[in-house]
C-alpha cells in the first residue's frame, strides 16, 4: 500500500535560521502517530510544509502525490480558525467547509459537534478557548482524507473532555488514514499512539513504533521521551 506520508531531505530556512534540516520520515497508512518535541523544535512547521503552506526545500509525497494541490487534497490540517471574523456564525463556517471541501461530510461534522457538545447556533466570538479547540477538532476530522494533522488540538481542553476525545479518536479516524498529532500532553496520548516521531536538533531526530519503546525500554513512551533529552545530542 502507497505510503501515507514520504518526507526526503527536507530542509526550511527563515532568512539565516534552520529550522528544519534533512529530516526524513515516512509513514504507512493506518497509524496515530504522535509528533513530540520542545517548544519552538519545529512541529507545526513541519506539518505546514507537509500541506504545502511552507515550501523548503526536498521532497515531499502524501498519498503518491507530490504537487501542492494533490498533497492539500490529501491532507485535513487543524489550521486555526484565523481566517473568519468574530462576529461569523458557525452554521457559515461550516458551510464553508462543505463548499471548500469535496470530502468535508456535513453528517459526520453534525455527529462530531454532539460528540463534543458544541453550540452550532453560537458566533465565533462566544466560544470559548477550549470551545474553538473543539470546533477546529470536530471541523478537521469531518474531512474523510488520508492523512490527518493535528497541531496541538488539546491545549485549551479541560481534563475531563480530552481523555473522552482521546479514546474515541480511533473511532474517527478512516481504517487506512493516518493521523499525526502534536502535543505536550505525552501521558495522555501515549495510551492511543502506534509511533511517535520526534523532532529535535533541527530534524526528525527519532522514529519509533509506540511498542518497541515499550517493551524495549520498560519505560512509558513519557520516559523515553524526556530521556532523549537528557541523554543531550547523542542519537539512537
Ligand atoms: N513566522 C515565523 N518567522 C520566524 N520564525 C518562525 C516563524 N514561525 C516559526 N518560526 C521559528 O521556527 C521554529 C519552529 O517553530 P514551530 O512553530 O514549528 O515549533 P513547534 O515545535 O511547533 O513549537 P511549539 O511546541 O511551541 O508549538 C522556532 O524557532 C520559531 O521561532
Known sequence: ????LSIQNVT??????TILHDAN???????IVGLL?????????LMRLITGSAKGAGDIMVSGDTAEADRKR?????????GFAGNTKLTRIIAFYETVYEDFEA???TELATFLQIDTS???AA?????????????TLARRTNLYLLDEPFSGIDSMSRKKIINSIIQWKPENATMVISDHYVSEIAPILDEIVIVKDQTIYAHRQADEVREEFHIGIEAYYESLYERGNDND
Open 1 to 4: 500500500m502507497t505510503d501515507s
Open 12 to 17: 526550511y530556512k527563515r532568512g539565516m535560521k
Open 25 to 31: 520520515l515516512t509513514l504507512a497508512p493506518g497509524k
Open 37 to 45: 518535541g520542545e517548544n519552538g523544535a519545529g512541529k507545526t512547521t
Open 74 to 82: 490529501h491532507v485535513s490540517f487543524s489550521e486555526q480558525l484565523r
Open 107 to 109: 453528517d459526520r461534522f
Open 122 to 124: 453560537l458566533k465565533l
Open 127 to 139: 466560544l470559548s478557548k477550549g470551545m474553538k479547540e473543539k470546533l477546529v477538532i470536530a471541523l
